[in-house]
């Protein structure tokens, strides 16, 4: 008899993941986006109008990801505005992320571009999440690092992938909602 997977009924977690201008030293946050309790996306284009620093710009990067320059400086949030946003959101939240490195660098880059304000939140690495889970359910106890692999292969065929920050939490979701459901972290044949 194998012990049963993961509850359904487990909160969802929280996730986040940003767009940077480049992966340069100089580079800075130009879209952020997270996932609510009930599962939606939020996401905002991120001003650099406002921080003087900020002036790294990756055509490459540009490329990948389809955001202009131009289109922040019309569109974009103030930074000042997004982290009173996050901290809105998710205040208090432990919130995961797929690379906490980049992710870490680029919400400290945000914050200390305002007055004063820091995160009211913490960010963590969603794997150890993922992995904690899949150990749960007895099928996949030795074997969780693989079938995690799996999962990530079966999301990404679902998904058409765009190199955005909610394509991204999107991702986190889906992996979630696939390592959640009890002994069927199994990828659909």
Same mark, same amino acid.
């Given at each position: ?15 986040? &993941? ?44 540009? /490329? ?15 930074? &000042? ?16 992320? &797929? ?38 359910? !007895? /099928? ?17 065929? /679902? ?8 394509? &991204? ?8 909602? /696939? ?9 659909? !044949?």
């Amino acid at each position: 008899m194998t012990a049963p997977g993961p509850s359904t009924s487990e909160p969802m977690p929280r996730f986040l &993941d940003f767009e940077a201008s480049s992966l340069a030293s100089g580079s800075y946050p130009i879209e952020v986006a997270w996932s609510n309790p009930d599962g939606s996306i939020e996401s905002y284009l991120i001003s650099p109008a406002s921080v003087e620093r900020w002036t790294d710009w990756s055509w490459k990067a540009e /490329q990948l990801h389809g955001i202009r320059r131009v289109q922040l400086l019309a569109e974009g949030k103030s930074p &000042d505005w997004v982290c009173r946003r996050l901290n809105e959101a998710l205040d208090g939240a432990t919130v995961y992320t &797929d690379d906490p490195d980049y992710d870490g660098q680029w919400l400290t880059e945000l914050f200390s571009a305002t007055w004063g304000l820091s995160p009211s939140f913490t960010l963590a690495n969603a794997a150890p999440l993922f992995l904690r889970m899949l150990e749960q359910d !007895a /099928q996949f106890a030795d074997g969780a690092a693989r079938q995690l692999e799996r999962v990530k292969d079966s999301v990404r065929q /679902q998904l058409p992938q765009r190199h955005r920050a909610s394509w &991204d939490v999107e991702y986190l979701l889906g992996l979630w909602r /696939q390592v959640n459901r009890p002994s069927s972290a199994t990828p659909p !044949a």
